[in-house]
């Protein structure tokens, strides 16, 4: 067998033969009920097979694969989420419909070209995918769901709609002063994917938009580009955006030393990993009013302990990981799959193959 890992161009399995596609289990962030464990829809069906006559697509559950079910061929593409593969199946409401790693482990057969993954992040698949087999991350995909929530936390904060609900509650009419995100500037740690649906949006907002990447060429979203330099360029961050992946070079970028060079009245959000900020010390910054305000939805451990001091730290927003949870990840994912099997026939690049000696 011909090993080719993380191409971006991937040959076909045949010239004219069948093209079997698999979709299996659920992606993590379709927040809509799924009582027997498969969601697409007649639509995504028609979607899927009009790419071409070739194609025959196959969609299993989680509960059939985990009872050993095989699918009727073995799959050349496969499309499936990977946020749970690290560990074994939980049976919680959200995770109940995920595929288990070990399964996707047994889908990869010599037959396998490539597997779509539904999360953006790549560290929890990568020590399970076989070296024949390219992956495509879910490029664009949560972008615009992530987006809205921090920008949300932002209004939250800067217009104190949680006083006004207090107030409100109270029948106090008491007038408060707020702020204004218009004028602002935002340093996005991570202009990627996730890092652009933020700024399209805070451009929107009459923000000011900095964006922190290893590529220096200009982005039409952003006002000005870095590479690092973060000394010079906190102390002008009236709000810091972390959408970072998980790598060796990341893990603990954000510690006592960066929330102190932060403006009083700043304000920190996450999207990226847990592991980017540490998260003892945004507790510290907060308690001690370092910084003014904060919004996470990804953490070191999740779920996160019920004896988490973070639960407790004040001016912080938390949201369990499901800040890209959106009724439209279904339509994209599948728009994504169909894209990519196009290209596939085409013999053009795939998209959304991540570096993985980066890690994304």
Known sequence: ???????????????????????????????????????????HREAIQSVSPRINLMHMSRDELASGA???????VILTETTGTASEWDDSEWLRFLVRGRDIQRLQGPKLRWLQSCSHGIEKVAPILAPHVT?????????????????????????????????????????????????????????????????KLARAFGMRVAGVRRNLEPHPLYDEMHGGGLEDLLPRADYLIAALPKTPETLDLVTAKQLALLPPHAFVANIGRGEVLNEADLAAAL??????????????????????????????????????????????????????????????????????????
Not at 306 to 329: C, G, K, M, Q, R
């Open 70 to 76: 095989e699918p009727a061929f073995p799959p050349e």
């Open 135 to 199: 992956m495509v991350r879910a490029v664009d995909i949560h972008s615009a769901g992530l987006a809205e929530s921090v920008l949300a936390a932002m209004l939250l904060h800067a217009k104190r709609l949680l006083e006004r609900v207090e107030n409100q509650r109270a029948h106090r009419w008491d007038m408060i002063e707020y702020g204004e995100l218009h004028g602002k500037t935002a340093v996005v740690l991570g202009a990627g994917s996730l890092g652009n649906g933020f700024a």
């Open 287 to 360: 308690r001690e009013g370092v910084i003014a305000g904060a919004y996470l939805d990804v953490f070191v451990q999740e779920p996160l302990g019920e004896d988490s001091e973070l639960w407790d730290t004040p001016n912080l927003l938390i949201t369990p990981h499901d800040a890209h949870f959106s009724a439209s990840v279904g339509d994209r994912n599948v728009d994504l799959l169909c894209e990519n099997l196009r290209h596939y026939l085409a013999g053009e690049p795939l998209r959304g193959v991540p570096d993985f000696e980066a890690g994304y």
């Open 1 to 43: 067998m011909v090993e080719f890992r993380h191409p971006h161009v991937v040959p076909l399995l045949s010239a004219d033969g069948p093209i079997h596609v698999l979709v299996a289990g659920v992606p993590y962030s379709y927040s809509k009920p799924f009582p027997d464990g498969t969601w697409l829809t007649e639509r």
